[in-house]
């Protein structure tokens, strides 16, 4: 009896002694990664998206055990092309700069989706024009400037070329000037400073859309636009990580994101105002007609050339 409790008293101080794979596992990739970096896509000025996001990453370096740090990029490619040096390890990509990211040959993979409070998984691009303009079709546009956001926008630009060029309108020729905002935020001050006739922006519906948000802090008046257009609903926005980081931080991240309802419900009510929002499970095959869609325009650009 005393030999089989030596016996198990030197395997309980072997066991803790002894760090287990998991916890080896985690120290390596906590070694090469002191610092993760997570960016986010210009949809909003700097100002709104660090107030918006600087919860979750307080959330996500709790989660994972490591510091991580919020980068507002200056523009969608600067993630691409953050991503592609492996500067960026975590970013939240609209759906046609991720697919973008992926055909340039960026090593990235979607892993979670942004789910709608009413749990759909889509948006739309709408085309907002002042409530008291004459303009009623896009047609009626003709020789009148038009905002854009990104040339690596889905609903700021790619679905928009995509639609236009539908009803044989090229862009370049039929509005008097085609005007790149930069952000979502900037093409709604753009159309109530005048400077542009109208603008495309991404528009979820009556209540969750960028203008909604803006309204909400008093930015600008809903009330004041109109919507003249509405495209076909596209795919919500993926966050997407580098696919050479170790399996288990990639897991991590993704296990702290999705759960983020029981873990972090009020993190999640800061990211969609409070209007029930999350995250689900997804992969690179939900973006498979994006990656069409940015083919389909990058044909439209070499014609234009």
């Not at 055909?103 to 759909?120: L, S």
């Not at 546009?141 to 690596?152: E, Q």
């Not at 109530?192 to 209540?207: E, P």
């Not at 636009?225 to 966050?239: G, H, K």
Request: proline share 6%; aromatic share 10%; hydrophobic share 40%.
């Amino acid at each position: 009896m005393l030999h089989r409790r030596l016996l198990l008293a030197a395997a309980a101080t072997l066991a803790l002694a002894a760090p287990s794979v998991a916890a080896e596992t985690g120290a390596a990739w906590k070694a090469k990664y002191p610092e993760l970096v997570y960016a986010i896509i210009p949809a909003e000025n700097s100002g709104t998206v660090l107030d918006r996001w600087t919860p979750f990453v307080d959330y996500l370096s709790k989660e994972l055990g490591a510091r991580v740090t919020l980068r507002v990029a200056n523009d969608y490619a600067a993630v691409i092309e953050g991503q592609r040096s492996g500067n960026i390890h975590i970013a939240q990509y609209g759906p046609a700069s991720y697919a973008r990211a992926r055909m340039t040959g960026v090593k990235v993979e979607p892993f979670a989706i942004e789910v709608n409070p009413d749990g759909t998984r889509g948006y739309y691009s709408v085309l907002w024009t002042k409530a008291g303009s004459p303009y009623q079709k896009i047609a009626d546009l003709k020789g009148k400037n038009l905002c854009l956001v990104d040339p690596n926008s889905t609903s700021g630009n790619n679905v928009p070329r995509f639609a236009m060029s539908k009803m044989g309108i090229e862009p370049d020729k039929f509005f008097g000037k085609v005007v790149y905002a930069g952000s979502h935020e900037n093409v709604i001050f753009a159309i109530n400073q005048g400077t542009c006739d109208a603008g495309f922006n991404l528009w979820v519906s009556d209540t969750e859309s960028t203008l909604q948000r803006m309204a909400a802090k008093g930015a600008v008046k809903a009330d004041d636009f109109r919507i003249i257009f509405r495209s076909e609903q596209i795919v919500n926005s993926p966050v997407a990580y580098l696919t050479d980081l170790p399996e288990d931080l990639r897991k991590a991240i993704s296990v702290a994101v999705v759960s983020m309802p029981q873990k972090a419900p009020d993190v999640l009510k800061k990211i969609f105002d409070g209007k029930g929002g999350s995250y689900q499970p997804v992969d690179h095959k939900a973006y498979e007609p994006i990656v069409q869609l940015n083919g389909f325009v990058d044909t439209l650009r070499k014609k234009r050339s």
